[in-house]
């Protein structure tokens, strides 16, 4: 249990300061970014197809969601860092219990948030292939 994934975060640098210095998170941000583009381009391209306003409230919902996951995340992730600042000389030290759950917190909300986004963007392709093809049977 002492030893850590790595997988889990990129460097002790990740609990001290920003998440954006992690090319993980980078990754998940950008995905997140690609989820909710992808929602907008839906909205554009078949709002004659579905009522507008079902759509608009769908599509703003999707959009909402998203954007208030990575809220929280970066709000879990300030916690996280106020905790890890405040560690005493004897919670410090590497593989200490403390220093093992707040790492495993961080990549837990890692994670989630990857899982999150990628669903997301999984589902509103999902959708906007059967949209193509109602278009195509609606003509």
Avoid at 22 to 44: M, N, P, Q, R
Avoid at 56 to 82: D, E, F, N, S
Wanted: proline share 2%; with cysteine.
């Amino acid at each position: 249990m002492n030893e850590i994934p790595r997988s889990f975060i990129d460097g002790r640098c990740f609990l001290t300061g920003s998440p954006f210095r992690s090319a993980w998170f980078w990754v998940i941000t950008a995905l997140g970014i690609g989820a909710l583009v992808t929602d907008v381009v839906l909205l554009i391209q078949y709002h004659r197809l579905l009522d507008s306003n079902a759509s608009v409230a769908l599509g703003a919902l999707v959009g909402i969601q998203l954007l208030y996951q990575l809220w929280r995340t970066l709000r879990y992730y300030a916690r996280i860092r106020t905790l890890y600042s405040m560690k005493s000389a004897d919670e410090a030290k590497e593989g200490s219990p403390l220093d093992l759950a707040i790492r495993i917190a961080t990549g837990g909300l890692t994670d989630l948030l990857f899982y999150c986004f990628g669903i997301t963007l999984v589902m509103l392709v999902v959708a906007g292939v059967l949209l193509m093809h109602l278009n195509h049977v609606a003509r």
